[in-house]
Each structure stands twice: as C-alpha cells, then as structure tokens.
C-alpha cells in the first residue's frame, strides 16, 4: 500500500481481485503446457470417457477465435449447456455411452 491508500481503499479489494486473477492465469498457462504434453501421448482421434459420462476426443484445432494450439480435445456437453464440442452422435458412433443432459440429443 502507498501513502494514498488506507485498508477501507475501494482500490485495495481491486488490487487483489487483479493479483489474483493474474496468479490464475499463471497456474492456467502451466496447466495448459502440461495438457498438451499429455495429449501428445494420445493419438489424434482417440475419445475416451469420464465418469459422468461425458465423452472427450484429442484433436488438432482450426485456431479460429482463440490462440493457435497444435493439439486440444473436444467433448460431449455437460449438464446447462445448449451443445458440446463433440457430438453425441459421434460419441454414440464410437462405442460410447453418453451421458446426454435433459434426456435429448
């Protein structure tokens, strides 16, 4: 804190709301760096499976709207979502059990 700032600084909570995200971006970059090493392990194409039945494939992304990646995955959409990535058709296709929110496809 400077001179010109006091504890009841509306500027104090903003310094850390900041400092925190900043740190969050940190932790999202290295966790990013270590996804994409491990998906290197997988073949392109490869789905699998969680637990909650939501169905993911290793991709290589178009780039579009986002930073380049040379490898990302796609999945099935989760629970409030209006779609996935992956289609559930596709994952049904594939030998998966889907899980499919709202009981429509």
Do not use: C, W
């Amino acid at each position: 804190m400077n001179n010109d700032q006091t504890p009841n600084d509306p500027h104090v909570e903003l310094i850390n709301m900041i400092k925190a995200k900043e740190a969050l971006v940190k932790q999202l970059k290295t966790l990013e760096a270590q996804l994409t090493e491990e998906m290197k392990i997988f073949p392109l194409g490869k789905m699998f499976q969680d637990g909650d039945g939501i169905v993911y494939q290793i991709i290589i992304p178009s780039g579009i709207f986002m930073p380049y990646k040379t490898i990302d995955y796609i999945r099935t959409r989760k629970e409030g979502e209006k779609a996935g990535t992956l289609s559930i058709k596709a994952a049904q296709e594939a030998g998966f059990s889907p899980s499919i929110p709202g009981g429509k496809e």
